[in-house]
């Protein structure tokens, strides 16, 4: 009988370490662990090339889990060498007792899933075979090394070596001509040492590579220990920043600042060594190409300074790829070796390879003769390292065949039809731009916790859903489309592999990010996955729109604080600040003016489209903030667009805001604006016969509020209403608000603090000026078209409100956009979905002013 285990996990690097640790020392479950290597270590008991450094400074680019173990280890450079990253993975599984746990040297043939016993069955490469409950993939990302391809391979004499694969004893290259095909990172590490002692170096290059300067040091052993007993001050704040290391937060765009300025800090942070040009410049650098562009040409300068034999320097630089969307690389005397007479640089991409031959290379018809020939051409990555484990799930599917055309899974651990199996920061999950060690972490203590809450159910299985590789997928592949990655041809796009096909093989948002989406799959009750017979649905924000999500982890980057947090200031500021997000100004025609209130005159700008004759519709729009913030200022963008789009005249009234001026001080200078507008439409080209009213927000709750007053008090004729996203009762309780408390953007608790702050005690509650379902009758009110956001605590209102008017006899067209989020109509800069505001609204106002006649009542959502 095959021996039965809880947990087998698969490799000994720093997942699988930390994984035997987790679900044997912690849950108390039999764990067994497979790994190929000859001990601990995982890729970096395989890469012992020449120059094998992190590119992660060492206090980071280690375990967090354990005080003990990070103030007894010391490191003794900033970025740590091969030897030493081993040495400390030796140091963990000896502290831990986990060596014990493993079988070294045995690879796994295949795991196969028996649906009728609920357990995997796995066979090694011996010819061993046992039985487990819950697989663990730790085999890494990067563990299967691309083979060469190379026409006459066989035919060469030399010596042949693969960084992936280097052997376990020193090389000696003094006085040999080596060659080196592969110029990522690991082959500028390589070049590097190799240049100092080859007799000569030929580097064979397809694509040149961005690199930056590593700005290592050797540590003393002061600072070495001083490092070690500070370690969480060090890393404090890690695992909510970008990267999962507190980096110095970038500012939101590099567009917003003057050349001079974005220079000085490139120079400031290039002085910094490591990633900080990166991730600490602008939040834009890897989704505008612009900002991009001038990263790249800084890079590109530094470049030619160091290089000084005519031509290489050109040869040096990139061109057919925006900056960091392959792997970025680093160095310290990279560029400096191509200075030297012993080193070469042959353009491969120019003049390809042709092939080997017994002494050297032939390129370009010319042979170079070599003594030694290194490959440094990366790896099958991603999905490479899971499908070689021969996975066969549920009814015969094997990894390979599903994933022929690109990895589908959730979360980037888990798969339908494979129950009980947890990929370990899989492809699609956040990792290719996060710290690995914290990822690790993060990954392990999810499936640890998944194994827990299976187990404490007296549940056989785990398992994604179908429908959450859907919207998992639709999230990967939309983040990835709103950067500049699919611009270059690497293996965060699987386009390395000669038949690989390309697609989303990472994950593009933040760590930050990935992290709230996990936490909120636990906190729902494992959103998204069948546990046992139960389905949990999917947690909320696996409804959002990607582009949603990518703005959320910018605002998280910036460490935006959130609505319900903000003082009064502090909220008028963040508000006023997402103008940023509304895109590029529109070209009308302006005209600055006042509009007369009780409290005197107040600001109000009138936009008209340029080039249009006639008499246009006249939409008098009320800007949002939840009554305490927003300005005319604010919805500038906005309105300029509407004019231009819809062929309108925009009229943008300032109202008083609370709490400085509560209700019902906005709404009567709302419907002053509206009168205003009635009687000065004309001045401007406008038609009052045509005369809508409009708003956002808050302002929606106040666009409706004028067409109530219009209606009782005698106001103007209006033709339409338009409410966006609208707040239209303070008190009421519903599903949304429940569902999307925590927004993202607008929560619960801001929102009912904001409605507080506006009646200010003043009992106004049932008030229908304060809230318009309150009207003893909705009844003759004009056309109405609510536009809600699936994701927005406000979308219930909103909706029964639009509803209540139909009931009323009132025509309606209500319409809930997807995926989309409160204040999205706002933010068209950096939500292109946002657009679809305009466009239902120009449907809309097409229907209704267009008519000789008019309409009979159509229902809510019809």
Not at 381 to 398: C, K, M
Request: proline share 6%.
């Amino acid at each position: 009988m095959p021996q039965h285990h809880d947990i087998v996990v698969i490799g000994a690097g720093f997942a699988g370490l930390y994984a035997v640790h987790k679900f044997r020392d912690e849950l108390g479950l039999s764990v067994k662990g497979f790994d190929a290597a000859g001990g601990v270590g995982g890729t970096w008991w395989w890469n012992r090339y020449p120059g094998a450094r992190c590119d992660i400074e060492s206090v980071h680019y280690a375990y967090s889990f354990s005080d003990e173990i990070q103030k007894r280890w010391t490191w003794s450079e900033r970025f740590a060498a091969q030897p030493e990253i081993l040495a400390y993975l030796e140091f963990v599984a000896d502290t831990l007792d986990l060596r014990r746990a493993f079988t070294f040297g045995t690879r796994i043939a295949s795991a196969v899933w028996d649906d009728e016993d609920h357990v995997w069955t796995v066979s090694t490469s011996d010819g061993d075979v046992c039985t487990t409950r819950f697989l663990i993939a730790a085999s890494g990302n990067l563990s299967i090394p691309k083979p060469p391809d190379f026409a006459g391979l066989e035919q060469f004499r030399g010596e042949v070596y693969t960084t992936s694969q280097w052997p376990h004893r020193p090389v000696d290259f003094t006085g040999k001509r080596v060659g080196i095909i592969g110029t990522g990172s690991t082959g500028i590490q390589v070049i590097q040492e190799v240049a100092k002692q080859a007799g000569h170096l030929t580097v064979f290059q397809r694509t040149p590579n961005f690199a930056l300067p590593l700005g290592n040091e050797s540590l003393p052993e002061e600072k070495r220990r001083w490092v070690a007993d500070h370690h969480a001050e060090i890393r404090a704040g890690a695992r909510e920043s970008f990267m999962g290391i507190p980096f110095e937060r970038p500012e939101i765009s590099g567009t917003l600042v003057p050349a001079e300025a974005r220079k000085a800090k490139y120079d400031r942070l290039w002085s910094k060594g490591g990633w900080p040009l990166l991730v600490s410049s602008y939040a834009d650098v890897l989704s505008s190409q612009a900002v991009n562009d001038d990263v790249a040409d800084y890079v590109r300068d530094k470049i030619r300074a160091r290089v000084t034999k005519p031509g290489v320097a050109d040869l040096l630089c990139p061109t057919d790829h925006p900056f960091a969307t392959k792997r970025l690389a680093f160095e310290t005397d990279y560029f400096d070796v191509f200075n030297r007479d012993n080193v070469d640089l042959i353009d491969v991409r120019a003049t390809p390879v042709e092939r080997l031959t017994e002494g050297g290379i032939v390129v370009g018809g010319v042979e170079y003769p070599l003594d030694v020939l290194i490959f440094a051409i990366g790896f099958d990555a991603a999905t490479g390292p899971l499908v070689h484990l021969g996975l066969v799930g549920r009814n015969g599917a094997t990894l390979a065949e599903r994933w022929k055309d690109g990895p589908r899974n959730y979360l980037g651990i888990a798969m339908h039809d494979f129950p009980n199996l947890f990929t370990i920061t899989g492809p699609t999950s956040a990792v290719a731009l996060y710290n690995n060690p914290l990822a690790i972490e993060d990954h392990v203590d999810l499936a640890t916790d998944a194994v827990r809450y299976t187990l404490d159910r007296g549940a056989d299985l785990i398992e994604a859903t179908e429908e959450a590789e859907d919207h998992w997928s639709r999230i990967v592949n939309g983040l990835l489309g709103l950067t500049l990655f699919p611009k270059a041809k690497s293996w965060y796009m699987g386009a390395n592999i000669e038949g690989k096909r390309t697609g989303t093989y990472i994950f593009t948002g933040s760590a930050q990010l990935y992290r709230q989406m996990t936490a909120e799959m636990q906190q729902v009750g494992y959103g998204g996955f069948v546990v046992g017979t139960r389905k949990a649905a999917l947690p909320p924000m696996m409804k959002l729109d990607p582009a949603v999500l990518g703005l959320m982890g910018v605002l998280q980057g910036q460490g935006t604080k959130a609505l319900h947090d903000c003082t009064v200031e502090e909220t008028r500021a963040l508000v006023d600040s997402f103008s940023m997000l509304q895109g590029d100004a529109r070209d009308v025609e302006v005209t600055a003016t006042t509009y007369p209130t009780a409290a005197g005159e107040r600001p109000l700008r009138v936009y008209r489209p340029k080039g249009r004759g006639g008499l246009l519709p006249v939409v008098v729009f009320c800007h949002g903030g939840g009554f305490i913030a927003g300005s005319i200022d604010a919805v500038d963008k906005p309105c300029r667009a509407l004019a231009d789009d819809l062929g309108l005249v925009v009229i943008a009234p300032s109202y008083r805001l609370a709490p400085e001026h509560p209700f019902p001080a906005a709404t009567d200078d709302t419907f002053a604006a509206v009168d205003w507008a009635a009687r000065n439409a004309a001045r401007f080209g406008g038609d009052a016969d045509r005369l809508v009213v409009a708003g956002e927000s808050a302002g929606g709750l106040l666009a409706a509020v004028a067409a109530l007053r219009a209606r009782d008090a005698g106001g103007p004729r209006l033709a339409a209403q338009i409410l966006i996203t609208p707040a239209i009762d303070g008190a009421v309780k519903t599903a949304s608000r429940v569902e999307y408390a925590e927004g993202p953007i607008l929560s619960t608790k801001a929102a009912e603090g904001m409605f507080a702050a506006y009646l200010a005690g003043t009992g106004a509650e049932m008030s229908p000026l304060a809230s318009p379902v309150h009207a003893t009758s909705l009844a003759g009110l004009p056309p109405c078209l609510v536009l809600s956001a699936e994701c927005d605590p406000m979308r219930d209102e909103g909706e029964d409100y639009a509803r209540r008017l139909a009931g009323a006899g009132v025509e309606v067209r209500s319409i809930r956009l997807d995926g989309l989020i409160h204040a999205a109509f706002s933010m068209a800069g950096v939500i292109p979905r946002a657009r679809d505001f305009t466009v239902e609204i120009g449907a809309f106002l097409d229907d209704v002013l267009g008519r000789a006649e008019p309409q009979p009542t159509r229902a809510a959502g019809e």
